[in-house]
């Protein structure tokens, strides 16, 4: 197994290879020149001023003080739209116990409670039926529901 320094070096050949042979190596390679000169430059001239660290933190304060104002406001409004969440969360939750007080066989009449007995015992002979037999269930709750809905337009 080779390492991956042999790997690198076969993909370097490679390139190396297709540059030769579909570009000008003289341009190529003033190019790279060029661009190591630059490199070099950069790094003399962050050399000159004590290194990347200082730099950077300097960099760093000039950009606070000039967006001081934006990165407040931001921090601002995420605290606020946080507090709106958690605000939202409580009513959300009291909503939900509402209605699971609200749907409680305690505090439904008794046409609501043996509405909801009979639509348990559905359910439960649902799970023994073919099919057909759903099917059948399903049609024939849909024309009693209709009859439902005439009468208390009558």
Wanted: proline letters at 1%; zero cysteines.
């Amino acid at each position: 197994m080779e390492s991956t320094a042999a790997h690198l070096e076969k993909l370097t050949a490679a390139v190396e290879k297709i540059y030769m042979s579909i570009a000008d190596t003289d341009a190529i390679n003033d190019l790279i020149d060029g661009l190591t000169i630059v490199a070099k430059l950069t790094g003399s001239f962050v050399d000159s001023i004590g290194g990347g660290g200082a730099i950077l933190r300097d960099l760093g304060a000039i950009g606070v003080s000039v967006f001081s104002n934006q990165i407040a406001k931001s921090i601002e409004t995420t605290i606020t739209n946080f507090e709106i969440g958690q605000e939202n969360a409580r009513q959300f939750k009291e909503i939900l116990e509402e209605i699971k007080e609200w749907k409680s066989p305690e505090n439904m009449d008794q046409a609501s409670r043996d509405l909801l007995d009979n639509q348990q015992r559905l359910a439960e002979l649902a799970k023994s039926m073919t099919p057909e037999q759903f099917s059948g269930m399903q049609t024939l709750l849909k024309d009693i529901n209709q009859l439902g809905n005439e009468i208390k337009l009558i």
